[in-house]
């Protein structure tokens, strides 16, 4: 039987933290001299994060900052990821990537999509083997555009994922709106109010698992 579309999101399901903080640890390990251009933008960087709507932008300029050279921005993030992993290694959820490698030799197609700016996740993924994943991030062009929410299921559509989806994967309430696209909602590592809150919209309890 065809598989279907399988969608997962990034942070705190495939990767046990947060995508910034980690690929800045890695990075600025491999050169710690780039540490300088980020604080010298910090003035400009950090009310930009704040920014709901400007936080896109403001993270593809904190990437482009430290990664400082013309190479490609996806392998040099990497770099920086494997070398994190190195030392933290359990950053990498390992259940989680265990699930992505079932549903794919189930036939599902897998996507990410996730609130982390795409270069960012792009850049995780391939540091854990995953890198020919297809990533619905946001993104820091003009104008910035967030993948949270409603606005996931819209940035799916339009990448060719439309829902229904097969299986949606996610540590958050926020993803409700990706839920209601699936027969299968999963919450990743969540509490129960947060179990009784999906359901509660739903209609039905979702699954739950705890993934290490």
Same mark, same amino acid.
């Given at each position: 039987?065809?598989?279907?579309?399988?969608?997962?999101?990034?942070?705190?399901?495939?990767? @046990? @933290?947060?995508?910034?903080?980690?690929?800045?640890?890695?990075?600025?390990?491999?050169?710690?001299?780039?540490?300088?251009?980020?604080?010298?933008?910090?003035?400009?960087?950090?009310?930009?994060?704040?920014?709901?709507?400007?936080?896109?932008?403001?993270?593809?300029?904190?990437?482009?900052?430290?990664? &400082?050279?013309?190479?490609?921005?996806?392998?040099?993030?990497?770099?920086?990821?494997?070398?994190?992993?190195?030392?933290?290694?359990? !950053?990498?959820?390992?259940?989680?990537?265990?699930?992505?490698?079932?549903?794919?030799?189930?036939?599902?197609?897998?996507?990410? !999509?996730?609130?982390?700016?795409?270069?960012?996740?792009?850049?995780?993924?391939?540091?854990?083997?995953? &890198?020919?994943?297809?990533?619905?991030?946001?993104?820091?062009?003009?104008?910035?555009?967030?993948?949270?929410? @409603?606005?996931?299921?819209?940035?799916?559509?339009?990448?060719?994922?439309?829902?229904?989806?097969?299986?949606?994967?996610?540590?958050?309430?926020?993803?409700?709106?990706?839920?209601?696209?699936?027969?299968?909602?999963?919450?990743?590592? !969540?509490?129960?109010?947060?179990?009784?809150?999906?359901?509660?919209?739903? &209609?039905?309890?979702?699954?739950?698992?705890?993934?290490?």
């Amino acid at each position: 039987m065809r598989g279907g579309v399988v969608v997962f999101d990034l942070d705190k399901v495939l990767l @046990g @933290g947060d995508a910034t903080t980690l690929f800045l640890h890695g990075r600025l390990r491999r050169s710690p001299a780039r540490l300088v251009p980020l604080l010298l933008a910090a003035p400009l960087l950090v009310p930009g994060s704040a920014v709901p709507q400007l936080r896109p932008l403001a993270a593809r300029a904190m990437t482009r900052l430290a990664v &400082g050279r013309d190479d490609d921005d996806v392998a040099a993030v990497a770099e920086a990821y494997e070398e994190a992993l190195t030392r933290k290694p359990e !950053a990498a959820v390992g259940d989680a990537i265990a699930c992505v490698q079932e549903h794919r030799a189930a036939g599902d197609v897998v996507v990410v !999509a996730t609130g982390c700016e795409e270069v960012l996740a792009r850049g995780y993924l391939r540091a854990i083997g995953l &890198g020919d994943l297809d990533v619905v991030g946001s993104n820091g062009s003009l104008p910035p555009r967030r993948a949270i929410g @409603g606005a996931k299921v819209e940035m799916l559509t339009e990448r060719g994922y439309p829902p229904p989806w097969r299986a949606v994967y996610s540590d958050s309430v926020s993803d409700l709106p990706l839920f209601a696209g699936t027969p299968r909602p999963v919450l990743v590592n !969540a509490g129960e109010d947060d179990a009784r809150r999906v359901g509660r919209v739903l &209609g039905r309890r979702p699954e739950v698992v705890t993934w290490r």
